[in-house]
Structures are given as structure tokens and as C-alpha cells.
């Protein structure tokens, strides 16, 4: 068991703000360990008392990394908080007693599928990050008939907002004979704001439809209905931080 823990790196596991807003946090909130004000500089210990805006918790450093998969639907917002003609996927998942679920990455609100939230700040905070080149797929319909030279472009990388970007694996998908539609499963390594749908905007290429089905070694189970929510194994778990380099 962990015995001792900065304030930081506790509000961002607990998902209050990030590692790098933690200062911040403690300096506009009130935060108070043990009946004594916080500083960006202090350290927490199991069973300590700690106060956030007047809301009382126990620091449990037995948590232990809890890793859940949401099959989004679209029209739901990955936000923390909904709209009146839009609510929030955390609306969908149940609440944690201790802590708070994190997301790992977003989906935009016409985007569905695999969608991942944990406990551990950490965790999620290396599986959102550039640097860890966590791959991506994903399913989508494509309006339209792309070329062999389009499909290559695509693959060798083509200008999205001033910069490089590609897919790594282009697969199509069977199709019905004279379809106007064409499904396709995508892979890539990055995660920017709506990538799929931009690359093949890039080639004058709309896309329909668009599903996420696999992030990293985590993949949306087929029996996982749009709605619906599970906890990933712990064997898994375990897969998953050690892909990152965390410990359990």
C-alpha cells in the first residue's frame, strides 16, 4: 500500500482537475488536511481527513485501479454536464462512493462507441497523452467510392490543420453491390479532435457513420449494447497498466 501521496497527484487521481491545474486547484478552492489549510506542497497520508469546499473524505490509498467501458450512443455529450436536448455519458454510468471516474479521451456527441473511464488519474492521463501512441479503431461509413490513390494518401499522410496526419491501416469493409455507402475499419495512433472524420474530409470524403471499437488492448464487446456499461476484468486491468508502466 501506497503510505503517503502529494495533494497533486491525489486531486488528479480523484479526478477534482488535472496534475497540471492541481495548483491551481488548491489556490482557488478550499482544501483542508487534518483541519489545517493546504498547500501546493503538501502531502497526504492514508486515513488522513481532507475537506474540499466543505465536502468531507477519508484518504484511502488502498484503492485499488478500477477500469470501466461505456458503449456510447450518439447524441450523448462527453462532458460533465448535459444539455436540455443532450445529456452527459456520465448521466449513463453509475457514481463512484470513493472518487470520481475520469475519461479517458472524448468522443464527439455524432461519434458512438468504446468509451473508457477510470479512477486512476495516472492511468488515464497516459492513455490520453500523444507520447503514448496508443492505437485506435474504428468503423466507418464513408459516402461514396474512395480511389486507390485516395486510399494511398491517406496511409502516406495527408495536411490536417497545418499538420502531418494518417491512418496506419485502412481495411474495407464487405459491401452491398451499387452501395453509395462504403464501411471501413480504420486504424490510427493519435487521438485529436475528430482525426477520422478530418483525414477523409482531406480527400473530399464524408463519413456517416463513425464507431469506435478498440483502444489499445481494450476492445468494445460485441454483446456491450449501445447504453450500456461494464467493468473490465482485472486480468485486463492489469494488461492495460502495464502497457502504461503503471503498477496495479
Request: charged letters at 25%.
Amino acid at each position: 500500500m501506497i503510505s503517503k501521496i502529494k495533494l497533486k497527484k491525489y486531486l488528479s487521481n480523484a479526478g477534482y482537475c488535472s496534475r497540471r491545474n492541481a495548483k491551481e486547484f488548491i489556490e482557488h478552492n478550499s482544501v483542508i488536511i487534518n483541519e489545517e489549510k493546504a498547500s501546493n506542497d503538501s502531502i497526504l497520508q492514508h486515513n488522513d481527513v481532507l475537506i474540499i469546499n466543505e465536502k468531507k473524505e477519508i484518504v484511502n490509498l488502498e484503492i485499488n485501479t478500477e477500469i470501466l467501458i461505456y458503449h456510447k450512443p450518439t447524441g450523448e455529450l462527453c462532458s460533465s454536464k448535459g444539455t436540455n436536448s443532450n445529456k452527459s455519458v456520465f448521466q449513463s454510468i453509475p457514481p463512484r462512493n470513493q472518487g470520481k471516474w475520469i475519461m479517458v479521451g472524448r468522443l464527439d456527441v455524432n461519434t458512438s462507441g468504446l468509451l473508457i473511464f477510470s479512477n486512476n488519474g495516472d492511468l488515464v492521463q497516459k492513455l490520453s497523452h500523444p507520447s503514448s501512441v496508443i492505437k485506435r479503431d474504428y468503423l466507418c461509413r464513408v459516402f461514396g467510392n474512395p480511389t486507390k490513390p485516395q486510399i494511398k494518401k491517406l496511409l502516406n499522410g495527408v495536411k490536417i490543420d497545418g499538420k502531418n496526419s494518417s491512418f496506419d491501416e485502412i481495411i474495407p469493409m464487405k459491401k452491398k453491390a451499387n452501395a453509395k455507402n462504403n464501411w471501413f475499419r480504420v486504424t490510427l495512433h493519435s487521438g485529436k479532435n475528430r482525426e477520422v472524420r478530418k483525414l477523409w474530409d482531406a480527400e473530399s470524403l464524408q463519413v456517416s457513420r463513425l464507431m469506435r471499437i478498440g483502444f489499445g488492448p481494450i476492445e468494445l464487446p460485441e454483446d456491450l449494447k449501445k447504453g450500456q456499461y461494464r467493468y473490465l476484468e482485472k486480468n485486463k486491468v492489469e494488461s492495460v497498466l502495464k502497457l502504461t508502466g503503471l503498477e496495479g
